[in-house]
């Protein structure tokens, strides 16, 4: 029988915990997470689940430290499901567990020294993407926490914070990613092209909102740092939204490669190689675009998938 009063408790826990903008202080948030992640690897290795660390966890233990309220780490299960991870953690832990979306994240929160302190857990699923094979092949340890935690890549790291910027555009998840492509960098840039294929905002892809939202980046990093990471995408694989704007705007527009570069966050090399690909061919005026450029774009995109 439920425990209504108890019930109740609860509720108001997480509502208050769900409210409570506040960063828990560095001594108790250190306190705190240790346990979890060092139970977390001892089920690693007893039942086989995998696990890493994101978001500010895993900057502080890549070297960033910034204050935070909560935990983020995702739970790839084997055999233990997702819901045993969390009501063991929560009932070993004395967390309360709290609902939150549709089930693919499990927030587990409790209260200690006036502070509320919260472990997210994911899924196999961060933010706008789901999780695969090759990203747990790529996690990482890092050391800078005082105990060793287990994070995702660089790449996969960038590319999930990415994908909650493009859907919130909290300016957070920038500092994030300028402190991780600055430090740490893209090593792969093939793997990190596939991984942002992956986002998805109010089930569109990437190829319909790329371009607007490497303009915002661009905005917040600087334009260097946003064309050399937009031209590494665009170099392993173009996009409708780019590709449409190169076609039907910035060849109208501008005179030269030059002024197109700077429209399309590319470095002059890339945008010659976009340009032959779409059969636009400059002339004394300016730019000459081939018959047919919806069919063009398609077979881009159809040989870059």
């Not at 966890?57 to 935990?71: C, Q, S």
């Not at 957070?172 to 793997?191: M, N, P, Q, S, V």
Request: include cysteine.
């Amino acid at each position: 029988m439920v425990d209504l009063q108890d019930k109740k408790q609860e509720d108001n826990l997480c509502a208050k915990a769900t409210r409570d903008s506040r960063k828990v202080p560095i001594e108790i948030w250190v306190q705190q997470t240790k346990p979890v992640v060092e139970k977390l690897t001892q089920w690693r290795k007893e039942h086989k689940i995998e696990f890493a660390a994101f978001g500010a966890t895993a900057l502080g233990a890549l070297g960033y430290a910034r204050p935070t309220k909560d935990v983020d780490l995702v739970i790839k299960p084997q055999e233990w499901a997702f819901s045993q991870i969390s009501q063991t953690l929560s009932e070993e832990f004395g967390f309360t567990r709290c609902p939150r979306g549709t089930g693919k994240v499990q927030m587990l929160a409790k209260e200690i020294g006036g502070f509320h302190f919260v472990v997210e857990l994911w899924d196999n699923y961060i933010y706008v993407m789901d999780c695969d094979e090759a990203m747990w092949a790529r996690t990482r340890i890092g050391q800078n926490l005082g105990f060793p935690a287990i994070t995702l890549s660089t790449e996969d790291m960038v590319s999930s914070k990415l994908g909650r910027f493009f859907v919130e555009h909290a300016q957070e998840d920038i500092t994030d990613i300028a402190f991780l492509l600055k430090e740490h960098g893209i090593r792969d840039y093939a793997y990190f092209a596939q991984r942002i294929q992956k986002i998805r905002r109010s089930g569109k892809t990437i190829d319909d909102f790329l371009f607007e939202e490497m303009l915002s980046l661009a905005e917040i990093i600087g334009k260097k740092p946003a064309t050399l990471l937009h031209t590494e995408i665009v170099k392993r694989r173009p996009y409708r939204q780019l590709l449409e704007r190169i076609m039907f705007r910035f060849s109208k527009q501008c005179k030269n490669a030059e002024e197109i570069s700077e429209l399309a966050l590319l470095t002059k090399k890339e945008t010659e190689a976009v340009l032959g690909k779409l059969g636009i061919e400059q002339t004394g005026k300016g730019f000459q675009t081939p018959k047919g450029p919806d069919s063009i774009i398609s077979r881009i995109l159809l040989t870059n998938p």
